[in-house]
């Protein structure tokens, strides 16, 4: 009768170091889905180089502006502050030189590292 209650101890004990581990494994997998969550998702990343990169290629003056602005607005919102985009432009100093009529080249660039891996980081405006 005496080994068989130190047997049930026993595996109480080891039944009770197995749940103390998985819950410990638990809470790890928890907490490190919450540090990796800080990132973008595919989803976000699409959404916001989208409103940039509808512009590439050849574009109208007309386009030129609204691209513009859309830069200034996304550059303006304290969200967006690690992730600005930056303009450079050639003959196109501010939004009032965009001539409506004109064509221009638009290209863009992606960031390749950090934290912000695959979003739009430089957009390059050259009158054509």
Do not use: C, H
């Not at 990169?53 to 550059?75: E, F, K, W």
């Amino acid at each position: 009768m005496e080994n068989a209650s130190k047997a049930l101890i026993i595996a109480g004990a080891i039944l009770l170091a197995i749940l103390i581990i998985s819950l410990g494994i638990l809470i790890y997998n928890q907490a490190s889905g919450i540090v990796t969550n800080n990132s973008m998702s595919e989803v976000d990343i699409q959404t916001f180089n989208n409103k940039f990169t509808q512009y590439g290629g050849d574009q109208r003056g007309t386009s030129v502006r609204a691209l513009i602005q859309q830069v200034q607005s996304s550059n303006a919102v304290p969200e967006n502050a690690s992730r600005k985009v930056e303009l450079d432009s050639t003959g196109v100093d501010s939004l009032g030189e965009v001539d409506t009529g004109a064509l221009y080249s638009v290209t863009y660039t992606m960031s390749t590292s950090g934290a912000n891996n695959g979003l739009v980081n430089k957009i390059t405006i050259t009158k054509k």
